[in-house]
């Protein structure tokens, strides 16, 4: 669980976060949702460690290094797609065999079977996307935490890469602004509004609300 008290970050003396409190149980699909400039990206930044809090806390029941974090444009390698999902459990130092097996399992995962070989800087945004997620998930991180993965992709990767986060069994923490992602996809949404957490709820009861829309 992610357990997260008084955090307030700052930024040229505007507090652009400010949650009391919040916690991010194990085993679902975690969303936090809201519309430009409410907060939620710095969030996830901050308890990635991405970013510096101005005060409060934030606790973890896994290290740091078993948690994984997509920003929301890929950043692929000069090489191949395989060597691109490879490059985790090279890091890692995985014996050849099971970096291997691991790889053709995210190729198999993604279906990228066919462009595997090709180099990873001339693929499309949604085929960066599927590597992108592949080479988190290889090295089975125990969280990951997604900012906007399906921004500025086409509708068939969009729907594609959601079927596949639907079928992982991880614990996960997903930044997105569509309600209907939302609805697709989490368990739980914290619903975002300048830095601060309006509600925490289902997707379809914050929607009842009414809540999501006024984000």
């Known amino acids: 669980m992610i357990k997260i008290n008084n955090l307030i970050k700052e930024y040229k003396n505007r507090t652009v976060v400010d949650v009391k409190e919040l916690s991010i149980p194990n ?17 996830l930044k901050i308890i990635a ?46 014996n050849k065999n099971i970096i291997e097996e691991k790889v053709n399992q995210m190729i198999d995962l993604f279906d990228l079977k066919h462009i595997k ?3 990873a800087l001339s693929l499309s945004g949604g085929e960066s996307q599927k590597v992108n997620l592949a080479r988190a998930l290889v090295f089975d991180p125990k969280w990951i935490l997604l900012d906007e993965p399906t921004a500025n992709i086409d509708p068939k990767s969009t729907m594609q890469i959601e079927k596949i986060l639907k079928s992982i069994e991880m ?24 830095g601060q957490i309006l509600e925490v709820n289902t997707p379809e009861i914050a929607l009842k609300n009414e809540v999501l829309v006024y984000v």
Do not use: W
Request: hydrophobic content about 40%.
């Open 49 to 94: 460690e991405l970013l510096p809090q101005t005060s409060g806390t934030i606790s973890r029941d896994v290290a740091l290094d078993e948690m994984v974090y997509l920003f929301q444009k890929p950043h692929m390698f000069n090489t191949s797609v395989y060597h691109n999902i490879a490059y985790p459990l090279k890091f890692r130092k995985f």
């Open 171 to 194: 614990n996960m923490v997903i930044v997105t602004h569509s309600l209907n992602q939302a609805k697709r996809l989490c368990d739980q949404v914290a619903v975002m509004a300048e």
């Open 117 to 119: 070989d090709q180099n």
């Open 27 to 43: 085993n679902m699909i975690f969303g936090i949702v809201g519309g430009n400039g409410s907060g939620k990206s710095t969030l």
